[in-house]
C-alpha cells in the first residue's frame, strides 16, 4: 500500500516551510497556511517509520468538516480544502497555548486524579469519582505549547495570565469559545452514536481578532466513546469502547513499546499498517457519518497536490 510521508514542495511566493509530526505546513507570502496532512502517524511523540494509507485525507476532511460546521461559534483559518490531503488558510500569530478541554475523567485526567491529586491544571475535582466518569461540568485544562521535540506543560487560567502568556480578557473569552465548540462537538458526536471524551483546540490571533487554527475534533486531537453501552460498562467498571487513536498506543504497549529511551518500536508489518488504516477509515465515516471515498495513490499524486493546491493560491491575494 502507498503512502506519503513526506513533501518537498515549492509554491509560489512560499517563504517558510515547517515539518511537524505529522503535517508539512507551507507559509505563502507571510499571509497563507497550505497544511499538506501526510500519512505519518506518531504515538509517544515518535514518529513510526511506517505511513498510513488514507490516514492523511481522514484527518484533513474530518478537520475541514468540523471548521465549517463550527465557523458561526469562532471565525477559524481555513479558506478552502483544494485537495483531499490539503486545507490553505489564513496564517494567524498563534497563541502559546493549547485549550484543553475534558468532560469526563478519563486518559491523563485519571492518572492524575488516581495518583490522589483533587486538581487539574487549576481545577479542583470531588473526591470520590471513577474512571471515565462525566463531571458536572466540562472543564479546561490548558497546556503550553512545546518547543519541537518536547513535551507540552500542563498549566492553570492563572499561571497563564500570571506568566503573561495570555492577557486575562483574552484568556476568559478562549474558555468561553472552548466550551462552546466542545458544545457544539458534543451535539455533532451525539448524533452519531457518539461522546465527545476530551478534545483540544489551539487559536491564533488575526487582525485583532481570535481564530481557531489547526484541526478540531479529529481522532489524532480527540477521544470519543461509543454511545451506546457507557452506562452499563461505566456501572461494571469496564473500560470503555473507545474511538480514537488510543488503539495504535495499545498496540505499542502490547509490544513493549511506550517512548521510553531504548525501546525499539516493534515491526509495522503490511498486515498491521493496512488494520490501522481500516481503522482510521471507520474512525471517518463513523465521526462524519459520511462514506469514505479514497483519493488515488498513483505516481501523480504529488503533482495533483501541487496543481490543486497552484489553482487556489492564483485566486488569492
Known amino acids: 500500500m502507498n503512502s506519503i510521508t513526506s513533501t518537498q ?15 508539512d505546513v507551507y507559509t505563502i507570502a507571510d499571509k497563507y497556511m497550505v497544511m499538506v496532512a501526510t ?36 471565525k477559524n483559518w481555513k479558506i478552502a480544502s483544494p485537495d483531499p490531503m490539503v486545507t490553505v488558510g489564513y496564517k494567524c500569530e498563534s497563541l502559546p497555548v493549547e485549550m484543553i478541554v475534558r468532560g469526563y475523567l478519563t486518559g491523563s485526567s485519571w492518572r492524575t486524579y488516581k495518583s490522589g491529586a483533587r486538581e487539574i491544571c ?17 472543564i479546561v485544562t490548558p497546556t503550553t505549547k512545546a518547543e519541537i521535540g518536547g513535551h507540552d506543560q500542563d498549566i492553570s487560567r492563572e499561571e497563564i495570565i500570571a506568566k503573561g502568556l495570555i492577557k486575562e480578557d483574552v484568556y476568559n473569552e478562549l474558555e468561553r469559545i472552548t466550551l462552546a465548540l466542545y458544545e457544539r462537538g458534543c451535539e455533532i458526536a451525539a448524533e452519531r452514536g457518539l461522546i465527545l471524551v476530551d478534545t483540544k483546540y489551539e487559536f491564533g490571533i488575526k487582525d485583532g481578532e481570535i481564530y481557531l487554527i489547526d484541526e478540531i475534533h479529529t481522532p489524532d486531537s480527540s477521544r470519543y466513546f461509543y454511545k451506546e453501552g457507557y452506562q452499563e460498562r461505566f456501572d461494571k467498571g469496564e473500560q470503555q469502547k473507545q474511538l480514537s487513536k488510543e488503539f495504535v498506543r495499545e498496540w ?58 497552484k489553482n487556489l493560491l492564483a485566486r488569492l491575494d
Not at 9 to 23: E, I, L, S
Not at 252 to 268: A, H, I, K, T, Y
Not at 270 to 285: C, G, T
Open 9 to 23: 514542495f515549492d509554491f509560489p511566493r512560499q517563504t517558510a516551510v515547517y515539518n511537524g509530526k505529522v503535517r
Open 39 to 74: 500519512d505519518r502517524i506518531s504515538a509517544f511523540d515518535v514518529i513510526l517509520p511506517k505511513g498510513i494509507p488514507y490516514k492523511g485525507q481522514v484527518l484533513n476532511q474530518i478537520a475541514s468538516k468540523f471548521l465549517d460546521s463550527t465557523q458561526d461559534i469562532v
Open 122 to 138: 487549576g481545577v479542583k475535582v470531588p473526591d470520590g469519582m471513577r474512571e471515565h466518569q462525566k463531571f458536572e461540568k466540562p
Open 252 to 309: 505499542l504497549m502490547d509490544n513493549n513499546f511506550s517512548g521510553q529511551p531504548g525501546q525499539q518500536v516493534p515491526e509495522m508489518t503490511d498486515e498491521i499498517v493496512e488494520s490501522i488504516s481500516d481503522r482510521y477509515i471507520e474512525l471517518y465515516e463513523n465521526i462524519t457519518g459520511s462514506k469514505f471515498e479514497k483519493a488515488t495513490y498513483t505516481e501523480n499524486v504529488y503533482e495533483r497536490i501541487e496543481t490543486n493546491v
